[in-house]
């Protein structure tokens, strides 16, 4: 994780871990009856990519239509390496889960870096990510800086043109893409996500929550034998 980052007490740990078994996205694994479970017929009918709305303060939320809890949220840094690991891995079980109706994943794109360049590189970055207007599109384009995720302390990294350049490759109309990046109105977007993020503890990139609850992220997600419980749904 980048930056300094608490764990919870052992005891609340375990206490979140079984919670999570049994919802199918637990700290430390994913439920191996879950990990078996054949997608339903509407999970087979929709992709990831339709049930992605694009919220006001610049969060991401992934759900099926109806569910409204349990929540994880994810605070990620297009520039830490940690993350695009965590993306790779159970970010992707987290996905799966959200097609099953299971969770709501919440996305907290943010800059956790304070120092040069990476601050530089990964406001531009975040930045790119709020001219995303297409749900449809975001998480292409997710994906797509973390695949092109530069070193860590590179100068320059996710230069602007590297920016539209991935833009386009998505599918992204990109006429005015460059102007929203280096906008002050998009610049003041990022940082006041960043501020909000660091106002509600987050200390280093990824956290992740269940309900609001610190859990840890670092174990791969799979391998428990709790039955989950029923998502919340309205």
């Avoid at 996205?25 to 992709?47: C, G, K, M, Y």
């Avoid at 996305?107 to 531009?124: A, D, G, Q, Y």
């Avoid at 070193?151 to 043109?161: D, I, L, Y």
């Amino acid at each position: 994780m980048n930056t300094v980052d608490v764990p919870p007490s052992r005891s609340r740990a375990r206490r979140y871990a079984a919670m999570i078994a049994a919802l199918a996205v637990i700290a430390v694994s994913l439920a191996a009856n879950l990990s078996r479970q054949e997608p339903t017929a509407a999970a087979r009918a929709d992709t990831i990519e339709r049930l992605v709305t694009l919220r006001p303060d610049g969060s991401v939320m992934l759900a099926r239509p109806g569910v409204v809890r349990p929540v994880l949220e994810v605070y990620e840094d297009f520039q830490c390496p940690v993350c695009q690991e965590f993306e790779r891995g159970n970010g992707k079980v987290a996905r799966e889960a959200v097609l099953r109706g299971e969770i709501v994943l919440l996305i907290h794109p943010m800059t956790i870096f304070s120092e040069s360049p990476m601050h530089e590189n990964s406001h531009r970055a975040l930045s790119a990510s709020l001219c995303v207007t297409d749900p449809a599109k975001w998480l292409a384009y997710h994906d797509a800086l973390y695949a092109g995720q530069p070193e860590e302390t590179q100068v320059g990294g996710f230069a602007v043109p590297e920016l539209v350049a991935l833009a386009e490759k998505t599918g992204i109309p990109t006429g005015d893409f460059a102007d929203c990046i280096t906008s002050d109105e998009t610049s003041d977007k990022a940082d006041e996500m960043s501020r909000t993020a660091l106002m509600k503890a987050v200390q280093g990139t990824p956290t992740v929550r269940i309900d609001g609850q610190d859990i840890d992220w670092s174990a791969p997600w799979g391998g428990a034998e709790t039955e989950p419980e029923q998502a919340t749904t309205v």
